[in-house]
């Protein structure tokens, strides 16, 4: 199965503390690149988010998908395992420290779970590529104190 990777190192101005607390809210996920929206959440028996249920637009075309914690190393870093009909993959946040603020390393992963997924591939790697850097810097920007 195809796969392609992304990568963007960004920074923000918040502390890293905020940014670890920001990353356990679903909220924050419907601003990183390839997901546009939101559905639903779970949390586990001590709060801390789980798995959320997104909407996501790549490549002129609707998914609907999963994401799943495969990773959490407070305060330094998550990730999710993300699962659509067509397409699968992850989605990693490293932090760390970074004068007053914090550098943020995002990395999205995206593989073929399906036929028709793998004769579109490289149209969807072309949306997903383009543009990843400035969406990742807009993540960045998102974090406020």
């Not at 920001?22 to 997901?35: F, M, N, R, Y």
């Not at 709060?47 to 998908?65: H, I, M, P």
């Not at 914690?69 to 989605?91: F, K, M, N, Y």
Request: glycine share 10%; proline share 6%; no cysteine.
């Amino acid at each position: 199965m195809p796969t392609e990777t992304f990568r963007h190192t960004a920074h923000t101005d918040v502390p890293p503390a905020t940014v670890w607390e920001a990353l356990d809210e679903e909220e924050t996920w419907s601003k990183i690149p390839g997901v546009d929206r939101i559905l639903s959440a779970e949390r586990d028996a001590s709060g801390d988010l789980q798995a959320f249920n997104f909407e996501a637009n790549v490549g002129g075309r609707a998914y609907v998908g999963r994401a799943t914690i495969a990773e959490r190393s407070a305060p330094e870093r998550i990730l999710w395992r993300i699962q659509t009909p067509d397409l699968g993959g992850t989605v990693g946040v490293d932090i760390q420290p970074e004068g007053d603020g914090t550098l943020l390393a995002v990395e999205v992963m995206v593989q073929v779970d399906g036929f028709l997924a793998a004769m579109f591939f490289p149209v969807i790697t072309a949306a997903l590529g383009r543009g990843f850097g400035e969406a990742v810097e807009d993540f960045a920007a998102s974090f406020t104190a």
